[in-house]
Nanobody, 124 residues
Framework: QVQLVESGGGLVQAGASLRLSCAAS????????MGWFRQAPGKEREFVAS????????LYGGSVKGRFTIYRDNAKNTVYLQMNSLKPEDTAIYYC?????????????????WGQGTQVTVSS
């Protein structure tokens, strides 16, 4: 139904910026709410951001609000995560996810499709 491929991860220093991309492909007539989650070693999966299909509504996790911005370009079937003022605590594997239906949500179980993830490492 939909395949997701993340890109843009890497190793950066604290205070730097990084933009992650998630390209969606697949045959579908449905629209999807898109989201970003992250998981650090030994920790539970954490909600980062979510965006409605048209981009009218967005939702952010408390630890990234004010620093990260989620946006999308539906003409390219791509959702982005602009990360500014990166901190070592942001180090994790970042996953892109897609949800059927409408309504932004922070609950990972609400999402139906997942990418393989991209590693983001922020040094001190």
């Amino acid at each position: 139904q939909v395949q997701l491929v993340e890109s843009g991860g890497g190793l950066v220093q604290a205070g730097a910026s990084l933009r992650l991309s998630c390209a969606a492909s697949g045959r579908t007539f449905s629209t999807y709410v898109m989201g970003w989650f992250r998981q650090a070693p030994g920790k539970e999966r954490e909600f980062v951001a979510s965006i409605s299909w048209t981009g009218v509504y967005t939702l952010y996790g408390g630890s990234v609000k004010g620093r990260f911005t989620i946006y999308r370009d539906n003409a390219k079937n791509t959702v982005y995560l602009q990360m500014n003022s990166l901190k070592p605590e942001d180090t994790a594997i970042y996953y892109c996810a897609a949800k059927e239906g409408s309504g932004t949500t922070s609950f990972f179980r609400d999402y139906n499709y997942w990418g393989q993830g991209t590693q983001v490492t922020v040094s001190s």
